[in-house]
C-alpha cells in the first residue's frame, strides 16, 4: 500500500502537487495571454490591437515556462505516464506547439511590417485559439481516459481516439474561459473605450464560461464509473455542493464587480478564482490516478532517487522562476495606452 511505503510515498505526492501547480500556474498566467489574442478578432482597429499586444509584451515569453516545468516534470517524475499519455494526445499536442510557435513569431515580425501585418495579426488569432482548443482536448482526452495495455505498459488506442463530442465541448469550454481571461486582464490594463469593451466582452463570456463549466462538471461524472462514485456517493454530494457554491457564489461576484466601472482588478482575479475551483475539481476526479482510472501515481512514478534528485533541482529551479515572474509583472505593472508600448 502505498502509506506503507514511506518517504517514497510523500515524494510521489509531492511531485504530483509540483507538476499540478505548474500546469494551474501556467493555466492561469497563459490563459489570460492567449484569451487576449482570441480577442483580437473582435477588435480590428490597428491601434487598439497595438494597446492589446502591448500588455503582454514583456511577459508572454515568460508564462510559457511553466508549461515546460509540467512537461519536464512529467517526464521526470512520471515516465510512465510520459509515456502512455503522450501517443495518445499526440495529433491535439504537435498542433498545439505548432500554434504557440505561429503565435510567438507574430508577436515580433507584426511590429516590423506594414505590408505583412493582416497575416501576423491572423497568425496570432489563428495561434491563440487553435492552442487553447488543442489544450482544451488534451484535457478532454485525459479525463475520458487513455486504453492502455497493462501488461505490455503501452498506449493501445488509435489515433483519433481523442476526438470526440466530450473533447471538443472541453475544447470549446477552454477557449471561451480564456477569452474571459483575457478581457478581464484587459480591463485591468487599459483604460477609455477600449476598457469599456473588454468589459462587455467580459460580462458575455463569464455567463458563457460558467455555463460550459457546469456542461463539462456534469457530463465528466459519466465518462467513468470512479469519477461518479466520488462525485455523487457518500462524502461526495457534500464536496460537489461546496464547490458548486463557490464557483456560484465566484460567479455572481463576477458579473457584480464587472459592472461597477471603479472596479478593475477584482474582475481579474474572480475570473482566476473561476479557473482554480475548476482545478480543484478536476484534482478531486483524478486523485491518485494519473491515467484515469487505469494507472495510479505511484504506479507511474519513477525511481525513489530519482525523484529525491529532481526535487533538489525543483527545489532552487522554482523559487527562481516564481521570483523572476514577479518581478517582471511589477516592473512591467499599470496601464498601457496608445502613446506606450514595449517595442
Given at each position: 500500500m502505498p502509506l506503507a511505503e514511506g518517504i517514497s510515498f510523500d515524494l510521489t505526492v509531492i511531485w504530483a502537487f509540483i507538476i499540478a501547480f505548474a500546469v494551474l500556474v501556467y493555466v492561469v498566467l497563459d490563459g489570460f495571454d492567449l484569451g487576449l489574442g482570441m480577442l483580437f478578432a473582435l477588435e480590428p482597429r490597428r491601434k487598439d490591437r497595438d494597446v492589446m499586444m502591448n500588455t503582454v509584451a514583456p511577459v508572454w515569453d515568460g508564462n510559457e515556462t511553466w508549461l515546460v516545468m509540467g512537461g519536464g516534470g512529467l517526464f521526470a517524475a512520471f515516465p510512465l505516464a510520459y509515456a502512455l499519455i503522450l501517443p495518445a494526445v499526440y495529433a491535439p499536442l504537435i498542433a498545439?506547439?505548432?500554434?504557440?510557435?505561429?503565435?510567438?513569431?507574430?508577436?515580433?515580425?507584426?511590429?516590423?511590417?506594414?505590408?505583412?501585418k493582416p497575416l501576423w495579426d491572423a497568425a496570432f488569432i489563428g495561434g491563440s485559439g487553435l492552442a487553447a482548443l488543442t489544450q482544451g482536448i488534451t484535457l478532454g482526452a485525459i479525463l475520458q481516459?487513455?486504453?492502455?495495455?497493462?501488461?505490455?505498459?503501452?498506449?493501445?488506442?488509435?489515433?483519433?481516439?481523442?476526438?470526440t463530442p466530450f473533447t471538443l465541448a472541453v475544447g470549446v469550454a477552454v477557449m471561451v474561459g480564456y477569452m474571459l481571461l483575457g478581457a478581464c486582464w484587459l480591463v485591468l490594463k487599459t483604460t477609455g473605450e477600449l476598457q469599456n469593451r473588454m468589459r462587455r466582452w467580459a460580462l458575455l463570456f463569464a455567463p458563457l464560461t460558467v455555463g460550459f463549466i457546469a456542461?463539462?462538471?456534469?457530463?465528466?461524472?459519466?465518462?467513468?464509473?470512479g469519477y461518479y462514485a466520488r462525485w455523487f456517493t457518500g462524502w461526495g454530494w457534500?464536496?460537489?455542493?461546496?464547490?458548486?457554491?463557490?464557483?456560484?457564489?465566484?460567479?455572481?461576484?463576477?458579473?457584480?464587480?464587472?459592472?461597477?466601472?471603479?472596479?478593475?482588478?477584482?474582475?481579474?482575479?474572480?475570473?482566476?478564482?473561476?479557473?482554480?475551483?475548476?482545478?480543484?475539481?478536476?484534482?478531486v476526479s483524478m486523485f491518485p490516478y494519473i491515467v484515469p482510472t487505469e494507472v495510479t501515481i505511484w504506479e507511474a512514478a519513477a525511481p525513489e532517487n530519482s525523484q529525491i534528485f529532481m526535487l533538489i533541482g525543483a527545489g532552487i529551479l522554482i523559487p527562481v522562476i516564481l521570483a523572476y515572474t514577479a518581478f517582471a509583472y511589477w516592473v512591467f505593472r499599470g496601464k498601457i495606452d496608445a502613446d506606450s508600448g514595449y517595442h
Open positions: 498545439m506547439l505548432l500554434a504557440l510557435v505561429f503565435r510567438g513569431v507574430a508577436f515580433e515580425f507584426r511590429w516590423r511590417t506594414e505590408r505583412w481516459g487513455i486504453e492502455i495495455d497493462k501488461a505490455a505498459r503501452v498506449y493501445a488506442g488509435g489515433w483519433w481516439d481523442w476526438l456542461l463539462v462538471s456534469l457530463w465528466t461524472p459519466f465518462l467513468q464509473e457534500g464536496l460537489a455542493a461546496v464547490v458548486g457554491a463557490f464557483t456560484a457564489a465566484a460567479f455572481v461576484f463576477l458579473m457584480i464587480r464587472l459592472r461597477m466601472a471603479s472596479a478593475e482588478l477584482s474582475p481579474f482575479i474572480l475570473a482566476l478564482v473561476l479557473f482554480t475551483l475548476c482545478f480543484g475539481g478536476l484534482g
